[in-house]
């Protein structure tokens, strides 16, 4: 079955409304990545958060590994972070990472 | 330094031709994915290698999609024939394993559109 499980599967934001996005896996976790996809760009790297709590600007990662649980909080939406976000975990089995199927955001003025 | 290198950007084909995508990972990273991206499937791995030799070869993909790794720095992923499903976005990523972090870093991606 699947195992990471991403919500909302996508998401409309007035301009400076937060947003939470969640990540939930049926594995033990090893490691935990947050990515940002723009439309037709690659993959950017924005948290490796394996536990606890992660800070960078507006943006806020918060992985539980007992409740099998990352979020990404965004706060002050901006137009700018229009796009989709991937979380992708490492399960304690030590293979490659498996990656969610995203959330999809849209941040209208 | 550099990041993760994929050439070409766009690469279109007919259906039935033999095409080759080329990869170049962070320099000293020892392990290299390949994925491929739709909008309907998502990110799909492809194959795997670590220190160069193969862990995962993408099972349903495994008849017509061949990845090598002739040496570290440098992967490719050849399709032989191409059919229109193959009309993606192929990504390259790579990670250095040997400490804590498994932070993966990935390329710009090959558009491939098969006609």
């Known amino acids: 079955g699947q195992q990471v499980q991403q919500s909302p599967a996508s998401l409309v934001l007035q301009e400076g409304e937060n947003a939470e996005l969640q990540c939930n896996f049926s594995?033990?976790?090893?490691?935990m990545q947050w990515f940002y996809q723009r439309p037709g760009g690659s993959l950017v790297s924005l948290f490796y958060n394996p536990s606890g709590t992660k800070h960078s600007g507006r943006l806020t990662s918060t992985t539980v590994i007992k409740e099998r649980r990352s979020s990404l909080h965004i706060s002050s939406s901006q137009t700018t972070d229009s796009g989709t976000y991937l979380c992708a975990l490492e399960a304690n089995s030590g293979t490659y990472q498996r990656f969610g199927t995203g959330t999809k955001l849209q941040v209208v003025p | 330094d550099a990041g993760v290198t994929q050439t070409p950007r766009h690469e279109v084909a007919e259906k039935g031709q033999t095409i080759i995508l080329k990869c170049e990972p962070v320099?000293?990273?020892?392990?290299l994915f390949w994925y491929r991206q739709t909008k309907i499937q998502g990110l799909e791995l492809l194959s795997y290698?670590?220190?160069?030799?193969?862990?995962?070869d993408g099972g349903a993909f495994k008849d017509r999609f061949k990845a090598e790794m002739l040496n570290s720095s440098f992967s490719t992923l050849k399709i032989q024939p191409t059919e229109p499903k193959d009309s993606a976005v192929y990504l390259c990523?790579?990670?250095?394993?040997?400490?804590?972090?498994?932070?993966?870093?990935f390329g710009p991606g090959t558009r491939l559109t098969v006609l």
């Open positions: 290698f670590r220190s160069k030799s193969l862990m995962e």
């Open positions: 594995t033990s976790l090893n490691s």
């Open positions: 990523a790579s990670s250095f394993n040997w400490g804590p972090s498994y932070e993966q870093y």
């Open positions: 320099s000293g990273h020892n392990d």
